[in-house]
Each structure stands twice: as structure tokens, then as C-alpha cells.
């Protein structure tokens, strides 16, 4: 056992060493030669704060060329349309809408960019995908744009940061959970397209076809990377484009069904990526119960690991501040601090929950999203079970 303890204290070792390795040269300004004309597309659905915000960072880009953008909403009433037709009203040119209807055994959102991609033309070079529920820094476009405008990739994507607000701790764990993901070291093979931030040039999107692709998907940005990888196409995932999302989970029910949803849907469009992930979450979260297990055996070395571990994640933690100091300053730091006094401590709550969540994905076929719970069998196998009333 103790063995086992030592080897997991050195693969915690290495999961440190790589968020240092994330921070060597972050925050590099972006070079973008040329601009092309941009379309932006928007899944929308109900009523929420995080909107406005959105709205406000995705019209103050710093973008030196023409961009367009076209919400899809499921309903001509939703809520957010209000918001929407404000600023239709004051940049016409700029902003448009389509209304997609219910969806029909598929996702929402999958249908509302279904509906979306209907809208765009010849004169749009490059499209973006994002989530209504991000703050897009000035420089987001530009940085999605610069690899395809220098041939360095076919899709380019971010990720989104987790940022606490209302400081329950279920939503420190799931910032816990999700930040795990984000401060790894970018590899062209392993990159993942992730649906609140990704750009292609039209021609990259008219060749995989997306609006037919995506037919029956619950999952848009899953779906899309394993149709970019069979077409041999490079996703990259610059570290700069990292993307504030403000979360307040309602309790550990509610973090442990997003969770369990995250990882259903990479068990069904990526299942090799779901094992490797289910060998290395299952392997930490079997370190931290059997290193705290060992204390009751009154064994000194049980202690010493236990405080070696504390010590690894306090410098993880080091190195995901100096993540946020390099992006957002001053401000990033305040707005994160509650998160990086506990992550150290509230590792191991985290890694077993995400191997917990892991687990039940195996098993579950069934996940609500956004008040519709889907049944899902398959990559494009969805069925509509039950919509919430509005």
C-alpha cells in the first residue's frame, strides 16, 4: 500500500509540474496579420444574468474587420429576445436572429445552430461558435481568428475559467473540478473543441457539413471534434483563450448532475479519451482515500504523505494564481481568491467527486439540460423524454 501511495504522490508531482508548465510564456499578445469578416453564432435559451455581460464583452471586441452575429433561440417569446432586439434595434446590420422551433430527438442547442447555420453566407470567412454565458475579453476574436488566419490550425477553440459567485462550497468544488481540466499543457492531438468558444474558416465548416452532421446530436462540440479529427483537420486550443464563466451551483445535486452530464457525453462521442480519463480520475481519487484511510493506522509515513500531498497542492494552486495574474491582473486575483485560499484543501472533496461522477456516467443514459432531460444512446441516438414548462 505504501507502494501504491508513493507512486500516486509522484503522478500528483507530475499533474503539478504540468500547470507550471501551462504558465511559461502565457500572455502573449495576439499578432493577427489579417482580419477576415466573421460571423458569431449564439444558442440561446431563458432568462440569465451572465447575458448581459456576454453581451456587453461581444460588442466592445477589438476586431479591426466586419463581424455579424446571429442568436438562435428555440421560441420567438424567450425571454432573452427583449435584450436581443435592443441591440438589433441599434446595429441592424450587425445583428440578427433565428428561431429554430422545439428540437426533435436532438439537443436544443444542437437545433438552434442547426437553425443558425442556415443564415450564413458567402460573404461570412470565418465562423465562431459561443456560449451566451462567457465574458469575452477585447481580444477574443482576434485571438480565435489568428491561428486560422495564419494557417496554424483548422478549428481553434478556448476554455472556459470557472469563477465562484456566490461562494457555497459546492461551487468552489466544481471550480475545483473544472480548473483540473483547463491549466494542462495544450496538445494538438488531445485538443477538444468546446461549444462556448470555437472558430473555423466557412470552407472548414461547409466541408464537414455541420448543419446535416449535427442531425440527432446532444453534444455540438464533442460531435465536432471527432468530425475535425476523421477529416484529418488541427484543432488548437491557445492558452490565452481562457473564457470567465461566473457560476453559482445550487448544491452537490446540482454539480454532480453537470458533472455526470460532462462525462456521459465524452463517453459517448470520444470513448477512448472517457477510459484514459477514468484510469487517471479513478487513480487519484484512490490516492486520497487510501492515503486518509491510512491514518488510522497510526503510521507516521501515513502523515508525512498526507502533508507531502498538501504541499503539492498548495504549489498547484501557486501556479493556477500565476495563470489568472498573467490574464486578468489584479482584478483576476480578487475575483478568484476565495477559490485559491480553499483549492488546496478541497482537492481531494473534488477528485472523488469527479471520479464518482465518472462512474455513474458508465451508467447512465438519461442527463436534463437546460429543463429538458434527454435519453442518449449514441452520438446521434437522442430522444426528447420530458421539457420542463416555462
Request: with cysteine.
Amino acid at each position: 500500500m505504501t507502494t501504491f501511495l508513493y507512486i500516486w504522490l509522484a503522478a500528483q508531482a507530475v499533474s503539478v509540474s504540468l500547470v507550471w508548465l501551462f504558465t511559461i510564456g502565457l500572455g502573449r499578445t495576439v499578432n493577427l496579420t489579417s482580419a477576415p469578416r466573421s460571423v458569431v453564432i449564439v444558442a440561446v435559451k431563458g432568462p440569465d444574468r451572465e447575458f448581459e455581460h456576454f453581451l456587453t464583452g461581444l460588442f466592445a471586441q477589438d476586431y479591426p474587420a466586419f463581424y455579424r452575429v446571429i442568436f438562435a433561440v428555440e421560441s420567438a417569446d424567450d425571454p432573452a429576445m427583449a435584450l436581443i432586439q435592443a441591440y438589433q434595434a441599434r446595429q441592424p446590420e450587425q445583428v440578427s436572429f433565428v428561431v429554430a422551433g422545439a428540437s426533435q430527438d436532438e439537443g436544443q442547442k444542437t437545433a438552434n445552430l442547426r437553425a443558425a447555420l442556415t443564415q450564413i453566407t458567402p460573404a461570412d470567412d470565418v465562423v465562431v461558435f459561443a456560449d451566451a454565458n462567457i465574458r469575452p475579453a477585447s481580444d477574443w476574436l482576434q485571438r480565435l481568428v489568428e491561428p486560422l488566419v495564419g494557417g496554424k490550425a483548422d478549428v481553434v477553440s478556448g476554455f472556459s475559467w470557472v469563477v465562484i459567485k456566490n461562494r457555497t462550497l459546492a461551487s468552489y468544488v466544481l471550480a475545483s473540478m473544472s480548473a483540473a481540466v483547463v491549466t494542462i499543457p495544450r496538445l494538438p492531438l488531445l485538443n477538444a473543441a468546446w461549444g462556448g468558444s470555437t472558430a473555423l474558416t466557412r470552407e472548414r465548416c461547409e466541408a464537414l457539413n455541420l448543419g446535416a452532421a449535427w442531425k440527432g446530436t446532444l453534444s455540438d462540440d464533442l460531435h465536432l471534434t471527432v468530425l475535425a479529427q476523421r477529416a484529418g483537420y488541427t484543432i488548437a486550443a491557445p492558452r490565452e483563450i481562457l473564457l470567465r464563466s461566473f457560476i453559482a451551483a445550487d448544491g452537490f445535486t446540482n454539480i454532480v448532475a453537470e458533472a455526470t452530464r460532462w462525462l456521459l457525453l465524452f463517453r459517448i462521442y470520444l470513448p477512448a479519451t472517457f477510459a484514459i480519463a477514468m484510469i487517471g480520475l479513478t487513480f487519484i481519487a484512490a490516492g486520497w482515500i487510501v492515503a486518509f484511510a491510512s491514518l488510522f493506522t497510526q503510521r507516521q509515513e501515513a502523515a508525512t504523505i498526507l502533508l507531502i500531498a498538501l504541499a503539492l497542492m498548495l504549489l498547484r494552486t501557486a501556479g493556477r494564481a500565476l495563470v489568472v495574474a498573467r490574464l486578468w491582473g489584479k482584478a483576476g486575483l480578487r475575483e478568484n481568491l476565495g477559490f485559491f485560499i480553499l483549492d488546496p484543501f478541497i482537492a481531494p472533496m473534488a477528485a472523488i467527486l469527479s471520479a464518482a461522477c465518472g462512474w455513474f456516467a458508465l451508467f447512465t443514459k438519461r442527463t436534463t439540460w437546460a429543463g429538458i432531460t434527454y435519453e442518449i444512446t449514441g452520438p446521434q441516438r437522442v430522444r426528447v423524454v420530458s421539457r420542463r414548462a416555462p
